[in-house]
């Protein structure tokens, strides 16, 4: 039986980015599973809806009453900023890419105090629902998608104060800027998935 033939490797990069970096592949595996997810709380919103009459039922127990809509401007406010950090972000992306650091720093750095930004605005969305988890299955449900759609803004958060950290401490490698490219795919999902979420939540009360 013949030697099968080898074929010497070691020429190869180590790193590459997008589709030739594992990461980028689980990446991608990993944001279908949370869109999935995502796909399934808004089934379970919207099969609550069906049960009322009225949509967001009235909140007796408050003093909001029959003005049980949420209100607009903290959810207005982050929506309009989250989906404007993606610039920020693809800048640092493209400066991954290029290998320009202090690129990367300066814009790495924006993305994180956004964040800090975006965050604070989350806690006040939290009261202009103008309902308590645990009021009704309306409130469960928004509560349900606020409280997803935080813990992955937090997640995407942390990742780019952990490599902003990095970025300012240690040589900007090519394992490092593979890492941000795939940080800043993780961080456009975070921005668009929620633009569809924050349309039901905020608008889709006032129209129908």
Known sequence: MSARPLIDVSGLPKHRFDTHAPIWWGNLWLL????????IALAAYLYTQQNFQVWPPPNTSTVY??????GLT???INIILLVLSCVPMILTDLAARRGDRGAVKLWLTVCVALGVVMMILRWFEYGAVKFTWDSNAYGSSVWMLLVLHTLHLLTSWGEAVLLSSWVWTQPLDMHRRVDITALAVYWYWVAGIWIPFYLLLYFAPRVI
């Open 65 to 70: 009453g029959l003005d049980p809509v949420p």
């Open 74 to 76: 903290p959810g207005t």
């Open 32 to 39: 279908a599973i949370e869109t999935t997810m995502f796909v």
